[in-house]
Nanobody, 125 residues
Framework: QLVESGGGSVQPGGPLNLSCTITGPFLTWHAVGWFRQAPGKEREAVSYIRKHDSGTDYADSVKGRFTISRDSAENTVNLQMKRLTSGDTGTYYC????????????????????WGQGIQVLVSS
C-alpha cells in the first residue's frame, strides 16, 4: 500500500513536506515517483527516486525547489517542497515501480505499477 500524507494549504513562498508511506509487499519497490494533477490539467511527473542508489530526477518546473529522499527506517519516500507557487497547487500522488526493474522513462505514468490515493496541496494567499 502507498499512502500519502503531509498535504494541506500553504501561502506562496512557503514550504510543505509530503510523505509516501510504503507498506506490505510494496516494500520491494525499485523506484517511487511523485506526480501531481492541477485542476483541469493532466497529471504530470514531479520527481522520482531509485531504491538501489537513491538516484533522483526532477521536472524542470521544480528543480532547485523540491527535494525527494527516502527513509529506509520509516519506509517512506519524502518530497520536500520549498518556494511554493500557485502553480504547485494540485493533487499529489506517489507511485511505485515493483515489476520489471527500473523505469525506462521515469516521468511516464505507465511505468508505475501502483498508485496512492493522492493528497491535496493548495498554495494560496
Amino acid at each position: 500500500q502507498l499512502v500519502e500524507s503531509g498535504g494541506g494549504s500553504v501561502q506562496p513562498g512557503g514550504p510543505l513536506n509530503l510523505s509516501c508511506t510504503i507498506t506490505g509487499p510494496f516494500l520491494t519497490w525499485h523506484a517511487v515517483g511523485w506526480f501531481r494533477q492541477a485542476p483541469g490539467k493532466e497529471r504530470e511527473a514531479v520527481s522520482y527516486i531509485r531504491k538501489h542508489d537513491s538516484g533522483t530526477d526532477y521536472a524542470d518546473s521544480v528543480k532547485g525547489r523540491f527535494t525527494i529522499s527516502r527513509d529506509s527506517a520509516e519506509n517512506t519516500v519524502n518530497l520536500q517542497m520549498k518556494r511554493l507557487t500557485s502553480g504547485d497547487t494540485g493533487t499529489y500522488y506517489c507511485a511505485a515501480v515493483l515489476y520489471g526493474g527500473l523505469p525506462r522513462k521515469w516521468n511516464k505514468e505507465l511505468e508505475y505499477d501502483y498508485w496512492g490515493q493522492g493528497i491535496q496541496v493548495l498554495v494560496s494567499s
